[in-house]
């Protein structure tokens, strides 16, 4: 009983009296916390504790909290609120003494999670003692919940299996980035299937139409060229006009067959290979010359 009395004293010194007038909220639930630790309430205690520090938060609050905690047999959440509270400032000696036995005490038989997490964010261990990460908590062996509240107020929460006495394991907890879904490029209209019968092969069938024309005219050069052979041959080859008559005709009507053999390739290209192109901005074009001794094909699709 005398033991009691001397923590429900510290207990009693352990949150600044500024903070109690500053906050009605955070001074009802350290009334309330110190009538169930007298009560030997201890759990019900640590949680009126923890409401003080949330409504005020200060050391001491939690240093009431593992305090009672401490006397609920409740090592872990004993353990993480005495170490948060050393970790900031504002404890009296003896408290802090008072702590460091404490969390001495219990943590050989807890395990350590290392908590990373955004800064600014505030970190429990099921839901009790805050901490700020990076933080390492203390655990039984077993499942247990971390969770962490973000600035915005976001809660993110993680299961973890904590190791036996003095084990560890880290965990990090941040919010998932969000990808942007892939953009996929709209799909080409479909284009319409070419004709058969378009323009580049309408020229073919005027090419191949030509290569016939000139070859027809090829004929008639050269039977034409013949005959003024024959005749320079029965004059006794003595008339020159004859000769060169005959010579003019022969070589007309090879320029003629060689331009005809040229049409009729060009024109079957044109009417069997498939479209390369767009026939209908390329518009198709042909053009023959012949002059004296020679000809010329020429042409555009």
Same mark, same amino acid.
């Given at each position: ?121 505030? #970190? ?23 969770? #962490? ?116 390739? #060009? ?20 053009? #023959? ?13």
């Amino acid at each position: 009983m005398k033991r009691a009395l001397g923590i429900f004293s510290l207990l009693l010194l352990s949150f600044p009296a500024t903070a109690l007038a500053d906050d009605a909220a955070a001074q009802r639930h350290f009334e309330a916390g110190q009538v169930a630790f007298v009560k030997r309430h201890y759990e019900e205690a640590a949680n009126e504790f923890e409401a003080a520090h949330a409504e005020s938060p200060h050391p001491a609050a939690l240093f009431n909290a593992g305090v009672a905690w401490s006397q609920a047999g409740k090592a872990a959440h004993a353990a993480n609120c005495l170490s948060t509270a050393l970790a900031g400032e504002g404890l009296s000696t003896e408290q802090t003494t008072d702590a460091k036995k404490r969390l001495a005490a219990a943590t050989p038989s807890l395990a350590k999670i290392k908590v990373t997490a955004p800064r600014g964010s505030v #970190v429990r261990l099921d839901d009790h003692c805050p901490a700020s990460p990076p933080v390492e908590l203390f655990a039984e062996e077993g499942d247990h919940v971390v969770s #962490v509240v973000l600035r915005d107020g976001k809660r993110l929460t993680r299961q973890v299996t904590a190791p036996a006495a003095g084990g560890s394991r880290s965990i990090d907890i941040r919010p998932e980035e969000k990808v942007a879904p892939p953009v996929t490029p709209p799909s080409p209209p479909p284009q319409e299937a070419e004709p058969w019968l378009n323009g580049r092969r309408i020229a073919g069938f005027a090419v191949l139409g030509g290569s016939v024309a000139l070859g027809a005219a090829a004929l008639g050069v050269g039977v034409t060229g013949l005959g003024k052979r024959d005749d320079f041959v029965d004059g006794g080859r003595v008339d020159q006009d004859l000769h060169d008559d005959a010579l003019f005709l022969r070589d007309t009507a090879n320029v003629l067959w060689g331009v005809s053999a040229g049409a009729l390739v #060009v024109g079957t290209l044109l009417v069997a290979l498939p479209s390369m192109g767009n026939d209908e901005e390329k518009p198709t074009a042909l053009q #023959v010359r012949v002059g004296a001794g020679s000809a010329m094909l020429s042409g555009a699709w």
